[in-house]
């Protein structure tokens, strides 16, 4: 059965940090590329980051370069998205999933507000 548990978010002030989590079962974890996505309120989908398999290549949304940092545990099956120096603008729904697949957790909340 195919899962994925998104947590971690939770209420900061502005420039600070939080780190995300996503535990994945029913996939073969390793052989993914994952993602990182996330909804504002009232906007649709945006891409934040991703890491490939294999060679943990990863790239960033521009806004969140040199914040946020994606790396992927594929002996824990987790995938992770540490996030430094936040922004009212990173407030939003964050989810994960394996590049490709039509499949997304429910989401953690992220609130950057003073």
């Known amino acids: 059965q195919v899962q994925l548990v998104e947590s971690g978010g939770d209420l900061v002030q502005p420039g600070g940090s939080l780190r995300l989590s996503c535990a994945a079962s029913?996939?073969?974890?390793?052989?993914?590329?994952w993602n990182w996505v996330r909804q504002a309120p009232g906007k649709g989908l945006e891409w934040v980051s991703d890491?490939?398999?294999?060679?943990?290549?990863?790239d960033y949304k521009d806004s969140v370069k040199g914040r946020f940092t994606i790396e992927r545990d594929n002996a824990k099956n987790t995938l992770y998205l540490q996030m430094n120096s936040l922004k009212p603008e990173d407030t939003a729904v964050y989810y994960c999933?394996?590049?490709?697949?039509?499949?997304w957790g429910q989401g953690t909340l992220v609130t950057v507000s003073s």
């Open positions: 029913g996939f073969t974890f390793s052989i993914y590329a």
């Open positions: 890491i490939n398999s294999g060679d943990d290549t990863t």
């Open positions: 999933g394996p590049y490709g697949t039509p499949f």
